[in-house]
Antibody, heavy 119, light 111 residues
Framework: EVQLVESGGGLVQPGGSLRLSCAAS????????MNWVRQAPGKGLEWVSY????????YYADSVKGRFTISRDNAKNSLYLQMNSLRAEDTAVYYC????????????WGQGTLVTVSS | QSALTQPASVSGSPGQSITISCTGT?????????VSWYQQHPGKAPKLMIY???NRPSGVPDRFSGSKSGNTASLTISGLQAEDEADYYC???????????FGGGTKLTVL
């Protein structure tokens, strides 16, 4: 069974940093592209970042470019999102999501982790 | 403002059919067949319902179907059931930044 479990969320002050993790199991993690998608309270979904299976190709949404860094450790079956210079508008539930190969679609999602940026 | 435009809400009675539209541009919906639809119940993670415009993942009822015409994609749910009440989001690959864009979401109410 495919499982994605996010962790690392919490309350952080504006300008602070946080590192999210996503532990994957039930599939060959190293063969899949992965993403982070977020959802602000009461709002819609927003794609945040993409990383290829090897980690060689990375994309970011303009709203986080230069502040967030996506990475992965295929030996540990883990996906990460390093978030720096956090702003109030980054407050959201952050989901990791697996890419359906070559389909640019997200076939499995984690349960999400809440990041709250507030003083 | 979302890159793809969806109606804020739709409603229907049990057994009826409803259609949710998703309008983009030639840089996303109109230019590629990478349109997906997700269902999200309150407090839950999104669930993939349709990918590549009209394909259903294993386990998704055939009451759910997708189509596309020009820059507009559509999700149709036939034989509405109470458990279909949820938020629905479309997404598409985009050739412009960023990599994937979502619609603003549509709240489906089953009357």
């Amino acid at each position: 069974e495919v499982q994605l479990v996010e962790s690392g969320g919490g309350l952080v002050q504006p300008g602070g940093s946080l590192r999210l993790s996503c532990a994957a199991s039930g599939f060959t993690f190293s063969s899949y592209e992965m993403n982070w998608v977020r959802q602000a309270p009461g709002k819609g979904l927003e794609w945040v970042s993409y990383i290829s299976s090897s980690g060689s190709t990375i994309y970011y949404a303009d709203s986080v470019k230069g502040r967030f860094t996506i990475s992965r450790d295929n030996a540990k079956n883990s996906l990460y999102l390093q978030m720096n210079s956090l702003r109030a508008e980054d407050t959201a539930v952050y989901y990791c999501a697996r890419d359906l190969p070559a389909m640019v679609t997200f076939d499995y999602w984690g349960q999400g982790t809440l990041v709250t940026v507030s003083s | 403002q979302s890159a793809l435009t969806q109606p804020a809400s739709v409603s229907g009675s049990p057994g009826q059919s409803i259609t949710i539209s998703c309008t983009g541009t030639s840089s996303d919906v109109g230019g590629y067949n990478y349109v997906s639809w997700y269902q999200q119940h309150p407090g839950k993670a999104p669930k993939l319902m349709i990918y590549e415009v009209s394909n259903r993942p294993s386990g998704v009822p055939d009451r759910f179907s997708g189509s596309k015409s020009g820059n507009t994609a559509s999700l149709t749910i036939s034989g509405l059931q109470a458990e279909d009440e949820a938020d629905y989001y479309c997404s598409s690959y985009t050739s412009s930044s960023p990599h994937v864009v979502f619609g603003g979401g549509t709240k489906l109410t089953v009357l």
